[in-house]
């Protein structure tokens, strides 16, 4: 079953297309932030960070681009695979205080 | 696998309950966090321990309670138990204080009726 919210955004994409997901963050000072995946009835799982005094961080098959002037947090996906079907949250953190999430975005891929 | 580990699975109880959540945090991790996901609220922080301590509070209601024991683990204590209530409650783990990755337990379910 779902285990989380039914509204969310939903970005629907053709498998082997690159999938694109934003995120606008709260907290200019924050100062770490992580991008997790949440499959249906799992925890999140990590997928990708980046601090603050970078603005691009690469990692296998996915890219995560900050810009602090907006408060605004990137993810990309290459080649976007079945699997990656699954909602996407964005954390923000400043000084190991606790994680404060972003709504998620619901990622669909179909064939 | 992220290493955490949290049980019961699933839980289903009556309103007025108490339950009791048990988490075990990655080898090496100090740092404890608890969360709750609810359908129309998204993660929201409860509560961090660090090595025993508590170390931050969130949104977390009179009602709840968590510690940290010698050995790591953490228990989430959730009493008088409201419809209200049910949701999933992630625990997480970090090795220390410090801005880094927290990692997942795979949750409870919690279903209050």
């Known amino acids: 079953g779902e285990s989380v919210g039914l509204h969310l955004p939903t970005l629907s994409v053709q498998e082997g297309d690159n999938s694109i997901i934003n995120c606008a963050y709260s907290n200019s000072a924050s100062d770490y932030f992580i991008w997790y995946k949440q499959e249906s009835g799992k925890g999140p799982q990590f997928i990708i960070d980046?601090?603050?005094?970078?603005d691009k961080r690469q990692g296998q098959r996915v890219t995560v681009l900050l810009n602090k002037t907006v408060k605004h947090l990137s993810l990309q996906i290459a080649a976007t695979q079945p699997g990656d079907s699954a909602v996407y949250f964005c954390a923000e953190t400043l000084l190991a205080d606790k994680l404060i999430f972003g709504t998620g975005t619901r990622l669909q891929v179909f064939p | 696998d992220s290493g955490v580990t949290q049980t019961p699975k699933h839980l289903i109880t009556a309103t007025g309950q108490r339950v009791t959540l048990r988490c075990s945090p990655r080898s090496g991790d100090l740092s404890v966090y608890w969360y709750q996901q609810s359908l129309d609220q998204g993660l929201q922080f409860l509560i961090q321990y660090y090595n025993g301590e508590e170390r931050a509070k969130g949104n977390i209601l009179e009602r709840f309670s968590a510690q940290q024991f010698p050995d790591l683990h953490s228990e989430l204590n959730l009493s008088s138990l409201e419809l209200g209530d049910s949701a999933l409650y992630f625990c997480a783990s970090s090795v220390r204080l410090g801005s880094e990755t927290q990692y997942f337990g795979p949750g409870t379910r919690l279903l209050v009726l």
């Open positions: 980046i601090r603050s005094n970078m």
